[in-house]
């Protein structure tokens, strides 16, 4: 721990700190310092990695967030982040030393979206623990090429996702979102073949959780659906409903992901 009061820790208790987190969409006119922002990159690289295939770009500048904005990429913070998987990079290790790449480039991807994924955990928890909160924006891989425009980003190196931090408003915080019930996640010793019943317990407990907390209502969002009348308020619009809407009806990008991969140099 350092003297400098923008390098405080607020909560330390890692177990208090995971369950309390929660995404944060509204962020007060605060900046972020640069130290606290190195201090979370570090904690963020720290994170376990199988090939080291990420890299993180980030900004505070106006002019990017606004280009950013013009481009459909819609980053609510003072401070946004893009994971990379960076194969840039590591085809230039393998040139320098001396190898051709042989392998497979769907395995290459898969590597990078776990490196990518532990060190942005990694850095939400390390936010947290500093008093600042986060949302990951999960779009970044269909908006590949706006995002190579405004971050000089080159082929072979792919956004994974991106998150937009700062401090939270407390007048807008959300609740602490439900979960799947446990026992219907994580099974001992083998998996488990959930019955129609336990499919509806899982269900319900996230169902319940968001309707108590008005969630839909609040942000108003509904994911309005391609055909037909739709018959579902406010009221009953939840979870299941959100994601089965979003995952039923189509891509709503121009491309599909893997168009977009194989475009980035990708063999797909
Ligand atoms: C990979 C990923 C992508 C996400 N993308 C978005 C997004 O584009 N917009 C958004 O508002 N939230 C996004 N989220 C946040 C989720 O909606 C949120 O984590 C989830 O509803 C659980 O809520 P909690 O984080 O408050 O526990 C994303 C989360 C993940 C893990």
């Not at 509204?26 to 130290?35: A, G, H, L, R």
């Not at 819609?74 to 030393?97: A, C, W």
């Not at 190196?157 to 979960?179: E, K, Q």
Request: negative net charge; proline residues 4%; glycine residues 6%.
């Amino acid at each position: 721990m350092t003297d400098n009061p923008s390098e405080k820790m607020i909560e330390t208790d890692i177990f208090k700190l995971i369950s309390n987190r929660r995404s944060i969409r509204k962020f007060i006119d605060k900046d972020v310092p640069n130290e606290v922002i190195r201090k979370v990159l570090e904690a963020g690289f720290r994170a376990p990695f199988a090939s080291q295939i990420c890299s993180i770009v980030y900004t505070k500048d106006k002019e990017k967030m606004n280009n950013l904005k013009r481009m459909g990429v819609y980053p609510t913070s003072k401070l946004f982040m893009i994971f990379l998987i960076d194969f840039d990079r590591m085809t230039k290790i393998i040139k320098q030393s001396n190898y051709e790449y042989d392998y497979d480039d769907g395995m290459v991807l898969w590597l990078g979206v776990q490196d990518a994924s532990l060190v942005a955990e990694n850095i939400i928890l390390a936010m947290e623990a500093m008093g600042l909160g986060s949302v990951l924006l999960g779009f970044a891989p269909l908006m590949a090429d706006q995002i190579a425009e405004v971050f000089n980003i080159p082929s072979k190196a792919f956004p994974v996702v991106g998150l937009c931090a700062g401090y939270p408003d407390p007048d807008h915080l959300m609740d602490v979102r439900p979960r799947f019930p446990y026992e219907y996640s994580a099974f001992e010793d083998e998996y488990r073949d959930l019955s129609e019943e336990e499919i509806k317990s899982c269900m319900k407990a996230m169902d319940d959780g968001y309707i108590t907390q008005g969630y839909y209502i609040k942000q108003n969002a509904k994911i309005p659906l391609k055909s037909g009348k739709d018959e579902i308020g406010f009221d009953k619009y939840s979870w299941s409903e959100h994601i089965c809407r979003k995952i039923t009806q189509g891509i709503r990008s121009k491309e599909t992901l893997s168009e977009i991969l194989r475009k980035k140099g990708f063999d797909m």
